[in-house]
Protein backbone atom coordinates (compact mmCIF):
# COMPACT_ATOMS: atom_id res chain seq x y z
CA UNK A 1 0.00 0.00 0.00
CA UNK A 2 1.41 3.27 -1.01
CA UNK A 3 2.07 5.82 1.70
CA UNK A 4 3.51 9.32 1.38
CA UNK A 5 5.73 11.37 3.95
CA UNK A 6 4.91 15.01 3.44
CA UNK A 7 7.07 17.97 5.10
CA UNK A 8 6.21 21.38 6.53
CA UNK A 9 7.79 23.20 3.13
CA UNK A 10 5.43 21.23 0.72
CA UNK A 11 8.22 18.47 -0.18
CA UNK A 12 6.98 15.03 0.10
CA UNK A 13 8.48 11.24 -0.74
CA UNK A 14 6.63 8.38 -1.69
CA UNK A 15 6.81 4.67 -0.36
CA UNK A 16 4.90 2.23 1.03
CA UNK A 17 3.07 2.03 4.33
CA UNK A 18 4.55 0.39 7.50
CA UNK A 19 3.20 -0.29 10.82
CA UNK A 20 0.43 1.91 12.07
CA UNK A 21 -2.43 4.15 10.21
CA UNK A 22 -2.77 6.16 12.65
CA UNK A 23 -1.00 9.53 11.20
CA UNK A 24 0.50 11.77 13.56
CA UNK A 25 2.38 15.30 13.27
CA UNK A 26 5.84 15.53 14.67
CA UNK A 27 9.49 16.65 14.24
CA UNK A 28 11.33 15.32 11.72
CA UNK A 29 14.90 14.05 12.96
CA UNK A 30 17.33 11.71 11.77
CA UNK A 31 19.01 9.15 13.29
CA UNK A 32 22.50 7.84 12.77
CA UNK A 33 22.81 4.58 14.69
CA UNK A 34 23.65 1.78 12.75
CA UNK A 35 21.32 -0.37 15.50
CA UNK A 36 19.61 -0.03 18.59
CA UNK A 37 16.36 0.79 16.92
CA UNK A 38 14.32 -0.83 19.50
CA UNK A 39 16.01 1.90 22.34
CA UNK A 40 15.72 4.56 19.57
CA UNK A 41 11.91 3.89 19.00
CA UNK A 42 11.14 4.22 23.13
CA UNK A 43 13.49 6.59 24.03
CA UNK A 44 11.10 9.06 25.32
CA UNK A 45 13.63 11.69 24.19
CA UNK A 46 11.62 11.64 20.96
CA UNK A 47 8.22 11.84 22.06
CA UNK A 48 6.73 13.93 19.30
CA UNK A 49 9.17 13.07 16.62
CA UNK A 50 9.33 11.48 13.52
CA UNK A 51 12.50 9.43 13.04
CA UNK A 52 14.49 8.98 10.03
CA UNK A 53 17.06 6.00 10.25
CA UNK A 54 20.18 6.37 7.90
CA UNK A 55 21.09 2.95 8.39
CA UNK A 56 19.18 1.33 5.26
CA UNK A 57 18.33 -2.07 6.89
CA UNK A 58 16.39 -2.18 10.15
CA UNK A 59 14.85 -4.79 12.39
CA UNK A 60 17.20 -7.73 11.47
CA UNK A 61 17.44 -8.83 14.76
CA UNK A 62 13.36 -8.14 15.69
CA UNK A 63 11.96 -7.03 18.85
CA UNK A 64 12.69 -8.27 22.15
CA UNK A 65 11.25 -7.63 25.58
CA UNK A 66 14.14 -6.51 27.53
CA UNK A 67 15.91 -3.51 25.41
CA UNK A 68 13.04 -0.83 25.46
CA UNK A 69 13.17 2.50 26.99
CA UNK A 70 9.80 2.89 27.77
CA UNK A 71 6.80 0.71 28.77
CA UNK A 72 4.77 2.30 25.14
CA UNK A 73 6.53 3.83 23.04
CA UNK A 74 5.40 7.51 22.07
CA UNK A 75 7.32 7.88 18.86
CA UNK A 76 4.86 10.10 15.80
CA UNK A 77 6.10 8.16 13.28
CA UNK A 78 9.42 5.53 11.71
CA UNK A 79 11.13 6.53 8.54
CA UNK A 80 13.22 3.47 6.96
CA UNK A 81 14.43 2.34 3.32
CA UNK A 82 13.87 -1.51 3.98
CA UNK A 83 12.25 -3.21 7.29
CA UNK A 84 13.06 -6.95 7.73
CA UNK A 85 10.43 -9.06 7.58
CA UNK A 86 12.72 -12.33 8.68
CA UNK A 87 14.81 -11.59 11.85
CA UNK A 88 17.26 -13.06 13.46
CA UNK A 89 18.50 -13.20 16.93
CA UNK A 90 17.72 -15.97 19.79
CA UNK A 91 15.91 -12.89 21.72
CA UNK A 92 13.63 -11.81 18.98
CA UNK A 93 10.10 -11.97 20.26
CA UNK A 94 8.52 -10.24 17.28
CA UNK A 95 9.07 -8.45 14.03
CA UNK A 96 9.29 -5.14 13.93
CA UNK A 97 6.68 -3.82 11.53
CA UNK A 98 4.00 -6.46 13.55
CA UNK A 99 5.26 -4.13 16.65
CA UNK A 100 4.94 -1.08 15.41
CA UNK A 101 1.20 -2.52 14.42
CA UNK A 102 0.85 -3.60 17.64
CA UNK A 103 1.91 -0.15 19.58
CA UNK A 104 0.01 1.79 16.88
CA UNK A 105 3.23 3.32 15.26
CA UNK A 106 2.82 4.44 11.96
CA UNK A 107 5.52 4.43 9.48
CA UNK A 108 6.67 4.32 6.06
CA UNK A 109 9.27 2.08 4.06
CA UNK A 110 11.16 1.74 0.31
CA UNK A 111 11.42 5.29 0.58
CA UNK A 112 14.85 7.36 -0.30
CA UNK A 113 15.82 8.21 2.98
CA UNK A 114 19.26 9.46 1.94
CA UNK A 115 17.38 12.17 0.07
CA UNK A 116 14.97 12.88 2.80
CA UNK A 117 18.55 12.99 5.46
CA UNK A 118 20.41 15.38 2.65
CA UNK A 119 16.90 18.11 2.55
CA UNK A 120 17.16 18.00 6.60
CA UNK A 121 20.86 18.53 6.52
CA UNK A 122 20.48 21.45 4.21
CA UNK A 123 17.16 23.10 5.25
CA UNK A 124 16.84 21.99 8.99
CA UNK A 125 14.36 20.07 11.36
CA UNK A 126 10.86 20.99 10.35
CA UNK A 127 7.54 19.32 10.86
CA UNK A 128 5.62 16.26 8.82
CA UNK A 129 3.09 14.04 8.86
CA UNK A 130 1.93 11.09 6.42
CA UNK A 131 -0.92 10.48 3.98
CA UNK A 132 -2.16 7.56 1.98
CA UNK A 133 -2.54 9.46 -2.08
CA UNK A 134 -1.30 12.38 -3.67
CA UNK A 135 -4.49 14.53 -3.57
CA UNK A 136 -4.05 14.27 -0.04
CA UNK A 137 -0.30 15.99 0.09
CA UNK A 138 -2.04 20.04 0.17
CA UNK A 139 -4.61 18.68 2.32
CA UNK A 140 -1.73 17.12 4.61
CA UNK A 141 0.55 20.03 4.53
CA UNK A 142 -2.04 23.11 5.59
CA UNK A 143 -2.72 20.83 8.61
CA UNK A 144 0.81 20.35 9.25
CA UNK A 145 1.62 24.06 8.85
CA UNK A 146 -1.63 25.12 11.15
CA UNK A 147 -0.96 22.19 13.90
CA UNK A 148 -0.04 23.42 17.56
CA UNK A 149 0.72 21.19 20.21
CA UNK A 150 -1.95 20.22 22.87
CA UNK A 151 1.01 19.86 25.28
CA UNK A 152 4.62 19.55 26.34
CA UNK A 153 5.82 16.67 25.33
CA UNK A 154 7.45 15.99 28.30
CA UNK A 155 4.23 15.89 30.49
CA UNK A 156 3.34 13.13 27.62
CA UNK A 157 6.41 11.14 29.11
CA UNK A 158 6.77 12.12 32.59
CA UNK A 159 6.15 9.56 36.00
CA UNK A 160 2.59 10.72 37.10
CA UNK A 161 3.32 10.42 41.08
CA UNK A 162 6.49 10.11 42.49
CA UNK A 163 8.15 6.68 43.35
CA UNK A 164 11.14 4.72 44.92
CA UNK A 165 14.31 2.68 43.53
CA UNK A 166 15.29 1.58 47.04
CA UNK A 167 19.16 1.25 47.65
CA UNK A 168 21.49 1.21 50.03
CA UNK A 169 23.54 4.33 49.05
CA UNK A 170 23.29 7.74 49.05
CA UNK A 171 19.44 9.37 48.51
CA UNK A 172 19.43 11.07 45.34
CA UNK A 173 15.84 12.21 43.65
CA UNK A 174 15.34 12.27 39.81
CA UNK A 175 13.22 14.37 38.54
CA UNK A 176 11.65 12.89 35.69
CA UNK A 177 11.26 14.47 32.33
CA UNK A 178 11.23 11.88 30.15
CA UNK A 179 14.05 9.05 31.91
CA UNK A 180 15.20 5.89 30.52
CA UNK A 181 14.79 2.86 31.77
CA UNK A 182 18.21 1.99 31.24
CA UNK A 183 19.10 5.05 33.37
CA UNK A 184 17.29 3.66 36.24
CA UNK A 185 18.59 0.69 35.98
CA UNK A 186 22.17 2.40 36.20
CA UNK A 187 21.39 4.60 39.00
CA UNK A 188 20.36 1.42 40.69
CA UNK A 189 23.34 -0.45 39.70
CA UNK A 190 25.54 2.27 41.53
CA UNK A 191 23.27 1.78 44.46
CA UNK A 192 21.24 5.15 44.92
CA UNK A 193 17.89 5.48 47.20
CA UNK A 194 16.58 6.59 44.32
CA UNK A 195 13.26 8.48 44.36
CA UNK A 196 11.81 9.50 41.08
CA UNK A 197 9.24 12.63 40.72
CA UNK A 198 7.47 14.01 38.06
CA UNK A 199 8.50 16.60 35.99
CA UNK A 200 6.50 19.23 37.85
CA UNK A 201 7.43 19.06 41.54
CA UNK A 202 7.72 21.96 43.63
CA UNK A 203 10.80 22.42 44.70
CA UNK A 204 9.74 22.92 48.36
CA UNK A 205 8.46 19.50 47.69
CA UNK A 206 11.94 18.04 46.61
CA UNK A 207 13.62 19.70 49.67
CA UNK A 208 10.94 17.99 52.06
CA UNK A 209 12.64 14.58 50.81
CA UNK A 210 15.87 15.94 52.30
CA UNK A 211 17.88 14.01 49.09
CA UNK A 212 21.55 14.43 49.04
CA UNK A 213 21.70 15.13 45.54
CA UNK A 214 19.07 16.11 42.20
CA UNK A 215 19.80 14.53 39.18
CA UNK A 216 17.51 16.20 36.05
CA UNK A 217 16.78 13.55 33.84
CA UNK A 218 16.90 13.98 29.97
CA UNK A 219 13.83 14.63 27.51
CA UNK A 220 12.07 15.73 24.56
CA UNK A 221 11.23 18.59 23.52
CA UNK A 222 12.08 22.75 23.75
CA UNK A 223 12.59 23.23 27.15
CA UNK A 224 12.09 27.16 27.03
CA UNK A 225 8.65 26.33 27.53
CA UNK A 226 8.97 24.65 30.67
CA UNK A 227 9.01 28.14 32.77
CA UNK A 228 7.76 26.48 36.10
CA UNK A 229 9.98 23.65 36.28
CA UNK A 230 13.34 26.39 34.97
CA UNK A 231 11.78 28.08 38.55
CA UNK A 232 11.91 24.97 40.52
CA UNK A 233 15.35 24.02 39.37
CA UNK A 234 16.30 27.73 40.00
CA UNK A 235 15.58 27.66 43.80
CA UNK A 236 17.20 24.63 43.87
CA UNK A 237 20.35 25.58 43.21
CA UNK A 238 22.69 26.02 45.93
CA UNK A 239 20.51 23.26 47.92
CA UNK A 240 22.59 19.99 47.00
CA UNK A 241 24.71 18.93 44.11
CA UNK A 242 22.34 19.34 41.39
CA UNK A 243 23.15 17.66 37.63
CA UNK A 244 21.52 17.39 34.50
CA UNK A 245 21.73 15.29 31.51
CA UNK A 246 19.98 15.88 27.96
CA UNK A 247 17.09 18.51 28.53
CA UNK A 248 18.27 18.09 32.03
CA UNK A 249 21.53 19.84 31.36
CA UNK A 250 19.61 22.68 29.54
CA UNK A 251 16.64 23.32 31.77
CA UNK A 252 19.83 23.58 34.42
CA UNK A 253 21.17 26.35 32.14
CA UNK A 254 18.06 28.22 31.37
CA UNK A 255 17.66 28.59 35.07
CA UNK A 256 21.32 29.71 36.02
CA UNK A 257 20.34 32.25 33.00
CA UNK A 258 21.69 31.41 30.02
CA UNK A 259 20.27 31.85 26.67
CA UNK A 260 19.17 28.61 24.22
CA UNK A 261 19.74 27.77 20.18
CA UNK A 262 17.75 25.43 18.04
CA UNK A 263 20.27 23.52 16.48
CA UNK A 264 19.48 23.09 12.77
CA UNK A 265 19.30 19.21 12.37
CA UNK A 266 19.96 18.51 16.23
CA UNK A 267 22.62 15.48 17.18
CA UNK A 268 20.82 12.05 17.90
CA UNK A 269 22.47 9.19 17.37
CA UNK A 270 25.46 7.33 19.36
CA UNK A 271 28.32 8.75 17.12
CA UNK A 272 28.26 12.06 17.74
CA UNK A 273 32.41 13.63 18.93
CA UNK A 274 32.28 15.92 21.97
CA UNK A 275 35.81 17.53 23.26
CA UNK A 276 36.69 17.57 26.58
CA UNK A 277 37.86 21.10 26.80
CA UNK A 278 39.29 20.42 30.37
CA UNK A 279 41.27 17.26 29.92
CA UNK A 280 41.76 18.07 26.19
CA UNK A 281 40.39 14.99 24.50
CA UNK A 282 37.83 13.44 22.56
CA UNK A 283 34.94 11.18 23.51
CA UNK A 284 32.36 9.36 20.85
CA UNK A 285 29.21 10.04 22.68
CA UNK A 286 25.45 8.68 22.19
CA UNK A 287 22.89 12.21 21.95
CA UNK A 288 19.72 12.95 21.30
CA UNK A 289 18.57 16.86 21.58
CA UNK A 290 17.57 19.17 19.49
CA UNK A 291 18.57 22.54 21.40
CA UNK A 292 21.86 24.12 22.80
CA UNK A 293 22.48 26.28 25.41
CA UNK A 294 24.57 29.29 23.72
CA UNK A 295 28.37 29.95 24.23
CA UNK A 296 28.12 33.81 24.57
CA UNK A 297 25.52 33.49 27.29
CA UNK A 298 27.34 31.07 29.83
CA UNK A 299 30.02 33.58 31.45
CA UNK A 300 27.21 35.67 32.45
CA UNK A 301 25.33 33.04 33.84
CA UNK A 302 27.88 31.61 36.10
CA UNK A 303 29.04 28.96 33.67
CA UNK A 304 31.75 27.29 32.28
CA UNK A 305 32.36 25.05 29.02
CA UNK A 306 33.02 21.76 29.66
CA UNK A 307 32.29 20.16 26.61
CA UNK A 308 31.91 21.19 23.06
CA UNK A 309 30.78 19.47 19.72
CA UNK A 310 33.63 18.57 17.56
CA UNK A 311 31.48 19.04 14.22
CA UNK A 312 29.73 22.05 14.97
CA UNK A 313 31.29 23.82 17.89
CA UNK A 314 28.32 23.93 20.00
CA UNK A 315 27.73 23.22 24.01
CA UNK A 316 28.03 20.09 25.30
CA UNK A 317 28.82 20.54 28.58
CA UNK A 318 28.48 23.18 31.55
CA UNK A 319 29.81 23.22 35.10
CA UNK A 320 29.29 26.42 37.85
CA UNK A 321 31.46 28.49 38.98
CA UNK A 322 30.47 28.63 42.34
CA UNK A 323 27.87 26.20 43.15
CA UNK A 324 27.71 22.20 42.76
CA UNK A 325 26.02 22.10 39.64
CA UNK A 326 27.11 20.87 35.99
CA UNK A 327 25.26 19.60 32.65
CA UNK A 328 25.97 17.37 29.63
CA UNK A 329 24.08 16.67 26.45
CA UNK A 330 25.02 13.32 25.99
CA UNK A 331 24.31 10.20 28.23
CA UNK A 332 25.90 10.02 31.23
CA UNK A 333 28.93 7.95 31.56
CA UNK A 334 31.70 6.91 34.12
CA UNK A 335 32.84 10.19 34.66
CA UNK A 336 29.31 12.05 35.19
CA UNK A 337 28.60 9.97 38.02
CA UNK A 338 31.84 10.27 39.42
CA UNK A 339 31.82 13.82 39.60
CA UNK A 340 28.19 13.91 41.07
CA UNK A 341 29.02 11.27 43.85
CA UNK A 342 32.17 13.57 44.67
CA UNK A 343 29.89 16.55 44.66
CA UNK A 344 27.61 14.88 47.28
CA UNK A 345 30.50 14.19 49.23
CA UNK A 346 32.03 17.62 49.44
CA UNK A 347 28.67 19.00 49.69
CA UNK A 348 28.58 17.24 53.34
CA UNK A 349 25.34 15.10 52.33
Known sequence: ???????????????EAAGSDHFRIGSLIFNTAMTGYQEIITDNANAGSMVVMTYPLIGAYGINRDDSESL???????????ISDTPSNFRSAETLESYM?????????????????RHLRTHGTMRASFCSK?????????AIKA?????????????????????????????????????????AARGYDLIVAPYDIKAET???????????SGGPGNPAFLFSQIEAIRKLIGTVPVYGYGLGCELLGLACGADLEALPH???????????????????????????????????????LTYRSLNDGSVEGIEHSEYSCAGIEFDPDEQFFTAFEKAMEKEGH
Open 1 to 15: MERILVLEDGTWFRG
Open 72 to 82: KPVLAGLIVRE
Open 101 to 117: KRMDIPGIKHVDTRAIV
Open 134 to 142: EAEIEGTIA
Open 147 to 187: YVPAEHPVKTVSARSIYTIPGRGRKVLMIDYGVSLSMLRHC
Open 206 to 216: VLDYHPEGILL
Open 266 to 304: GHHGPNQAVVDVRADRVLITRQNHQYALKAKSLDAAGLS
